[in-house]
């Protein structure tokens, strides 16, 4: 193995998304902070497992909501009362009646975008080529595979070590992953 | 066997969620190989034969329209809204299941709709596209159709927020938008899996370009899940305001028969009510075509047939009450319309709608019809038959007598209004055929979540909350 | 019953409580009415149809518990059982009512000159007679249902049988149905026809989803009472609460998107037989009631109960429960209300009716919810795991 190979961190594939928990519990136990977990479902408890900390998404998509509400709503009430007021069947100019079913409509509008542009920027989506995907049998980690990686820009990272680690927790396979 | 048969006549279920022996891989297999399978099954080549011919009936009539205009229509004053508007909310209608079963049923954790959700949600997209030409080749100049939007134009003219037809403008899109937002998040994980078991490289390249790299971190999941629940939050109350202003732009006039406040909801449980009928419609075959009778079983399809019978009484109940309040308004107008509707020159339209949607779906009451696929793929399609009459009748009966007897006159479509109409449903049945054939129908990750969460439970391995 | 033991006198000692606030709020209510009896009926509708709904909405929530069957049903079944097990008091409490119709309903019993050919036409529906029996057979079918749903799930309770809940369920499907109907009916009869020339086809729909929306919050802050205690400690769970919340969070905007699509559909249409309903209700004071009610019977719980951590927590989400309940009655008397008075009016019989009626409520309610187990024994959809008996 030549040194100047960089690596991005050892890969553990596991059969079973209940060693997979157990593992990720352990890593963090043992201190590793770099980690992340490949699954082909959402596993339920491995957030916490991996001590991955709440999102900020809610927020995000509450900001888009308002700012939708409040931009929908001054639209029409500039446009019906600055821009091109209107006599319509003697109904005042500011019908906000009138406005709310359209500012309704532009707090989802803006709700929605921000949460899908939210989760993907958030994820930094779409994102063409990782390093994740040298790992031998990933197609596995949309099918039927868990792995758990301790990357190697984690500050505990040793090569012997962490793979000792990991084999002992149960990984089908351990491998060292290019970067 | 005959054990769980029991329990599930004692708790009113219809069989199990999935059939037994499902694994996260087979279900992996079962769903992707209806795309990788080499040869489509026959139906498919003969429903998208049918849609296409259907397809040329779409074209033929919107050409001759933009070479015409709208007096090819049945159109004349009073009946200045028929077919277009007609169509327009009965395929927005049928749209709203797609949302209904994706996003509410999410929010109330109703398991089983998760083996129908794709489908539908693509459903709703095609029937929005559908909905969306006939307000939009009504216009007339359609060339000239982002004029409903406000946008700073030389004429310095803006559009007048007063109209509920301006309200239906921002509604649809956002409606558009926000289903195609939400469906192609639901995809994502489904595409990285396409990607991963495609055999060929075109497959591979397109799949893994929608996919976006989706990876399954962890931390991409925590954040998908979130954000798809917000995006279920999010269009629930969208799909109700969607129906509701469409319903606004009879209800603000003060047309007989249009102006009553009971509108927004009896239109969206008509809705709601259409929408199953047309995935039972679609399912129904589709599952026994392509061998997925085990994930979608007869419980799903039960379900949905519960609740078609449950928006099919309360849309009855609408009638009723209309009936009621034409009376006890004490307004002549309403009065006249009410007595009109039933015996004036539409009183078989009314009636086949009475016994379309309120009569004939009854029979679901019945365990037996609810049980039987035949009987109910029946009931579907004369639900889909009474609800188009019913926006026919709500159309046309309140239009033809105007307020003052000089300007009546009947309605009826002409060949150009069917050729349009009948034209729509081929675009529909072609996308639809186009959708099962090139995306995973049933989504793959969400019924392994199931899989997965049912064999913990039996292993004893759950983890209290 | 040991395990009731620990809930029992809690529940003995809210019950004196109610008694006593009942009597309080009834001498409150007879100093008040002497000489103004006309204040005290318009009070006394104002309360009977808060209090009433509950009854009538615990009985249409047991019914779409027994055919939807979530958890929140689970734990609330008992609840719901002895708000419906009210409904014979209810139907006494209606008796006032009918003394009063002169006075309630004197819109329509002795209609002024300019409306008379209008409600002429309309006495087929709106007459005396009529009125009274609708009302009663409004409650022979409630009572008849509420007793059979109660009686069939004390059974189970005795005996095991899980074949019970087919029948149960059978009743519920065309209960809910019946209930539907009939509630509709009542709506029209009882708050509608206030105003007998005025009309809203959305009106049954309504006063529904006022009812749903109060019996959700009532069963929320009694069962965070109860939560605390056996048997309901052990099967509780916060995803209990929080599906009440949400159900609760559902039925504010319901209401809102009701009350705002009948507001849109009449300003919009400006016709003077329906507008002249809302000029009632705009004027001045009372339009300072209609944006205490946008603010707090929808935007306040509305923000409240988007946040997760609201809807988990026992404590705040009953805190918000009652402070829905209390907007609830202040809804009643914007509706009511400007029916008999020009301006805002708040007269003491506004708040010792609700008392008065309320405390004799919860007393029979607290009275009937002890008398079985605090959680359905041996209903099949949900595991009891440990036997509360012991």
Known sequence: MSADKKIYGLVAEFNDSDLLIKAAEQTQEAGYTKTDAYTPFPVHGLTEALGIKRTILPWIVLTGGILGCLGGFYLQYWVSVEAYPLNVGGRPFNSWPSFIPV?????????????IIGMLSLNGLPQPYHSIFNTPNFERASNDGFFLCIEEQDPKFDKKQTRRLLEDLGAVSVSEVES | MSDSKDKDSILG???????????IQSVGDKVTSVIFRKKQPIPWFVVLGIASMLLGSLTLSVVWLLMKGTGVWGLNIPNAWGFAIVNFVWWIGIGHAGTLISAILFLFKQQWRTSINRFAEAMTLFAVACAGMFPLLHLGRPWVFYWLFPYPSTMGVWPQ?????VWDVFAVSTYLTVSVIFWYTGLIPDLATMRDRAKNKVGKIVAGIFAMGWRGSARHWHRYEVAYLLLAGLSTPLVVSVHSVVSLDFAVSIMPGWHTTIFPPYFVAGAIYSGFAMVLTLMIPVRSIYGLKSIVTMRTIDNMAKIMLATGLMVFYGYLNEIFFAWYSGNKYESFMMLNRMTGPYALQYWMLILCNGIIPQLLWFRKVRQNVISLFIISIIVNIGMWLERYIIVVTSLHRDFIPSSWDNYAGTIWDWGLYIGTIGFFLFAMMLFIRWVPMIPIFEIREIIHAKTKKTLGTEKKP | MNASKTVQPGIKHAANISLRIGIAGLAGTLLGAMGNMSQFYQSYLQAYIFWSGISIGSLAALMIHHLAGGGWG???????????????????????IILGMDKLYHHWLHP?????ALIELKSLYLNKNAFIIRTVIYFVIWIGMGTWLCKWSTKQDETGDKTLNRPMRKLSGIGIVIYGLTATAASWDWTMSLEPTWFSSIWGPLFMVGQGLSTFAFSIIVLSKLAKHNPLAKVIKSAHFHDLGNLTFAFVILWTYMTFGQFIIIWSGNLPEEIIWYLDRTPTGWKVVAILLTV?????????????????????????????LLIRLVDNFWVI????????????????????????WMFVFLKFLPKHSLIPLHDPRFKVEEDPHD
């Open chain 3, 74 to 96: 689970f734990v609330t079944q008992r609840i719901l059982e002895a708000s419906v097990k009210t409904l014979p008091l209810v139907a006494l409490l209606f008796i006032p």
């Open chain 2, 13 to 23: 279920q219809a069989g199990p969620l999935l059939d037994s022996g499902q694994t």
């Open chain 2, 161 to 165: 927020f007063r109209s509920p037809l």
């Open chain 3, 296 to 324: 707090f019977h929808f935007l306040l719980p509305f923000l409240l109960l988007l946040s997760r951590l609201t809807k988990l927590k026992a404590q705040y989400l009953a805190k918000i429960a009652l402070f829905v």
């Open chain 3, 337 to 360: 209300a400007p029916t008999f008075q020009d301006g805002v009016n708040i007269h003491l019989l506004d708040f010792t009716t609700p008392l008065a009626i309320g405390g004799l």
């Open chain 3, 112 to 116: 002024e000159a300019i409306h008379v």
């Open chain 1, 103 to 115: 500012t309704f409509e532009c707090t989802i509008l803006g709700a929605a975008l921000s949460a």
